[in-house]
Nanobody, 116 residues
Framework: QVTLVESGGAPEQSGGSLRLSCAGS????????MSWFRQPPKQAREWVAT????????NYSESVKGRFAVSRDNDNQLLYLQMTNLKPEDTAVYYC?????????WGQGTQVTVSL
């Protein structure tokens, strides 16, 4: 059984930093592109960042580029999202996603709340 468990979400003030983690089990982590998505209150889920399986290439949405950094530790099956210069519009439930050509898995999410 594949599980992805996010952690690290918390209340934070504008301008602050948080580091989210996603722990994977039941899958060969290194074979999956790993992504972070988020769902702000009363809005649709949106893509935030991706780090590829093989080359570890990263891509970011324009709204977080330059402020967030995605990384992975394949040996320990961990995905990270370092978030800096947080803004109130970053308030959302953050989800990690593991995807390859055949499968896609989601975690249960972790809440990030950024106040002024």
């Amino acid at each position: 059984q594949v599980t992805l468990v996010e952690s690290g979400g918390a209340p934070e003030q504008s301008g602050g930093s948080l580091r989210l983690s996603c722990a994977g089990s039941g899958l060969v982590f290194s074979r999956y592109d790993m992504s972070w998505f988020r769902q702000p209150p009363k809005q649709a889920r949106e893509w935030v960042a991706t780090i590829t399986a093989a080359a570890g290439r990263t891509n970011y949405s324009e709204s977080v580029k330059g402020r967030f950094a995605v990384s992975r530790d394949n040996d320990n099956q961990l995905l990270y999202l370092q978030m800096t210069n947080l803004k109130p519009e970053d308030t959302a439930v953050y989800y990690c996603n593991a995807q390859n050509l055949w499968e896609s898995y989601w975690g249960q999410g972790t809440q990030v709340t950024v106040s002024l």
